[in-house]
């Protein structure tokens, strides 16, 4: 592709976003090159954060672009305190609907007791 995004180091050496996203490609990067690589990537989060922010300004504007959307997520929580869903649980599925608590978490619960 020639339109492709390449990092290019000061000593001409390049990598394509292709190869970057190989973990393995990443992993054969000597020490130097890994370290240049690094730094440019962190130079680069400022300004993709900044067109991140401003695309998501203009979509909750109104504006609209071919190849980006936003969507709305919803989320229903149950009261994790209300022992009528707690029962109604157990009556459904058994003891198998709730997660078993680590000795940490008991502990922390119900005090040195529980041991």
Same mark, same amino acid.
């Given at each position: 592709? $020639?339109?492709?995004?390449?990092?290019?180091?000061? !000593?001409?050496?390049?990598?394509?976003?292709?190869? @970057?996203? $190989?973990?393995? &490609? *990443?992993?054969?990067?000597?020490?130097?090159?890994?370290?240049? *690589? %690094?730094?440019?990537?962190?130079? @680069?989060?400022?300004?993709?954060?900044?067109?991140? !922010?401003? *695309?998501?300004?203009? @979509?909750?504007?109104?504006?609209?672009?071919?190849?980006?959307?936003? /969507? +709305? *997520? $919803?989320?229903?929580?149950?009261? /994790? !305190? !209300?022992?009528?869903?707690?029962? %109604?649980?157990?009556?459904?599925?058994? @003891? %198998? %609907?709730?997660?078993?608590?680590?000795?940490? #978490?008991?502990?922390? +619960? &119900?005090? +040195?007791?529980? #041991?």
């Amino acid at each position: 592709m $020639s339109n492709e995004i390449r990092i290019i180091d000061q !000593d001409g050496v390049t990598a394509s976003v292709a190869q @970057l996203r $190989s973990k393995a &490609f *990443v992993s054969e990067l000597t020490n130097e090159d890994l370290e240049n *690589v %690094a730094y440019t990537a962190k130079a @680069l989060k400022n300004p993709i954060k900044n067109i991140d !922010d401003e *695309v998501k300004k203009r @979509l909750a504007n109104g504006s609209q672009f071919v190849h980006i959307s936003t /969507s +709305e *997520v $919803s989320k229903q929580t149950l009261a /994790s !305190d !209300d022992d009528k869903v707690k029962q %109604a649980f157990y009556n459904k599925y058994g @003891l %198998a %609907a709730f997660v078993v608590k680590s000795p940490t #978490q008991l502990k922390k +619960e &119900f005090g +040195e007791k529980i #041991q």
